[in-house]
């Protein structure tokens, strides 16, 4: 295990590494306009990058998904839980000509176990909270991630806590129930289900598969990047675009290839690519210093990102920064059109919200060349909303 340290994001103290670690202890979860203290893991990455190299070298006894970079990740040994990761790289050639690129991939990540990216996560905390002996866990969630944890620990034989908004759909209720997960409605959106579940974990010391919060979950996704840098023979692509909510996915998105470079296995960074929706794009409009982009609209069907106070947008703003990435906001009828153009014209199903991405490449590809480029959209869902 190479995992050194964990350095807060807002005020840049490093702490000792500890699995139980959650918030900074001297900055706590932020609120009413403050960012949150998220922790984020330090690696000794001269060691893990000889161990992951050798490892790499070895000739594949079968990949083992998420766990297959494991001197990356903050545990030494993964429990057995439902093969996670590992996911194609499907060319998309028509897409790639509607859009003037060279080539656009797309990293299909609704074919996880629970059909969504946020299972590396689950595939990370899940082993960390079994090897603290944790029996229940909880997550606050517009349905993913709550989903992704229900079905790990039905798997597991662990009791889940599902926090979720008023408004989510019958069918994610569906999958909440058939997984057998404890679900916690709240009479509030999102960010007070975040709350509501923030309380539970206080009161009764559930484990906590908040993903901006708990510090090692975003290095369960982060492992998209690692394989996207493997299956493109580690070269980075020229873009990388992928859906924006708390900021997680893309934040880890942008820390995996960094990591990357900084272990000697990739020589450039891609530019990163976020999408949300017009209706709420409190990252776009920060990132932009202060005014959002476009008309906003009143309501959005991309629920997964529907975040009003992200908590990952220091983690976020870093990486775009950091890449020289972009940030945009795009009306639902633009995502619907990507929608339907993802499954008629690269044959890929996507949930409402994994089309937005698609949507800003194509505002994107209206505004600047991209002939010779390489493009990667990483389809983060694909069950029906
Ligand atoms: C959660 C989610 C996202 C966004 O992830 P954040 O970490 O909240 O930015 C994107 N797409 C899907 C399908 C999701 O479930
Ligand atoms: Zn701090």
């Known amino acids: 295990m190479f995992a050194t340290a964990l350095r807060c994001l807002r005020?840049?103290?490093?702490?000792?590494?500890d699995p139980r670690a959650y918030l900074c202890p001297a900055c706590g979860p932020g609120g009413a306009g403050e960012d949150p203290g998220v922790l984020d893991v330090v690696y000794d990455y001269a060691a893990a990058g000889r161990v992951l190299r050798a490892a790499l070298e070895r000739p594949r006894r079968g990949s083992r998904g998420v766990f297959r970079y494991l001197p990356l990740l903050p545990l030494a040994r993964p429990a057995?839980?439902?093969?996670?990761?590992?996911?194609p790289l499907v060319t998309a050639p028509r897409l790639a000509r509607r859009l003037g690129l060279a080539r656009l991939y797309l990293k299909d990540e609704t074919r996880n176990p629970t059909r969504c990216l946020k299972d590396r996560a689950t595939a990370v905390g899940v082993s960390m909270a079994a090897a603290q002996g944790a029996r229940a866990l909880l997550c606050a969630s517009a349905g993913n991630a709550a989903i992704s944890l229900a079905?790990?620990?039905?798997?597991?034989?662990?009791?889940?806590?599902?926090?979720?908004?008023?408004e989510v759909s019958e069918v994610r209720l569906d999958w909440l129930r058939r997984f057998g997960a404890?679900?916690?409605?709240?009479?509030?959106?999102?960010?007070?289900?975040?709350?509501?579940?923030?309380?539970a974990r206080r009161e009764h010391g559930w484990y906590s598969r908040n993903c901006a919060f708990n510090p090692f979950l975003v290095e369960g996704k982060k492992t998209v990047s690692l394989e996207i840098a493997e299956q493109l023979g580690w070269r980075a692509p020229d873009l990388v675009a992928a859906p924006v909510?708390?900021?997680c996915t893309l934040g880890a998105i942008g820390k995996g290839f960094r990591e990357l470079r900084e272990v000697g296995l990739l020589q450039d960074l891609p530019r990163l690519v976020g999408a949300?929706?017009?209706?709420v794009q409190p990252l776009v409009a920060r990132f932009r210093g202060g005014a959002p982009e476009g008309e906003p609209e009143p309501a959005t069907n991309a629920?997964?990102?529907a975040v009003r106070e992200p908590r990952n947008a220091l983690r976020l703003l870093g990486e775009l920064r950091e890449s020289g990435g972009v940030l945009r906001a795009v009306p639902d009828a633009e995502t619907s059109e990507a929608q339907a153009l993802l499954a008629c014209e690269a044959g890929v199903v996507a949930e409402f919200t994994s089309a937005a991405p698609l949507a800003a490449l194509l505002r994107?590809?209206?505004?600047?060349d991209l002939s010779g480029k390489t493009a990667v959209l990483v389809v983060t869902g694909g069950r029906a909303d």
């Open 182 to 199: 404890v679900v916690h409605r709240s009479e509030g959106n999102y960010d007070r289900a975040f709350e509501e579940s923030e309380r």
């Open 151 to 166: 079905g790990f620990c039905a798997h597991q034989g662990l009791e889940s806590h599902a926090f979720v908004p008023a």
């Open 245 to 247: 909510g708390d900021g």
């Open 80 to 87: 057995p839980v439902p093969y996670t990761g590992g996911t």
């Open 303 to 305: 629920a997964s990102i």
């Open 364 to 368: 994107l590809a209206r505004e600047e």
């Open 276 to 279: 949300q929706s017009s209706a």
């Open 11 to 17: 005020c840049g103290r490093e702490h000792p590494f």
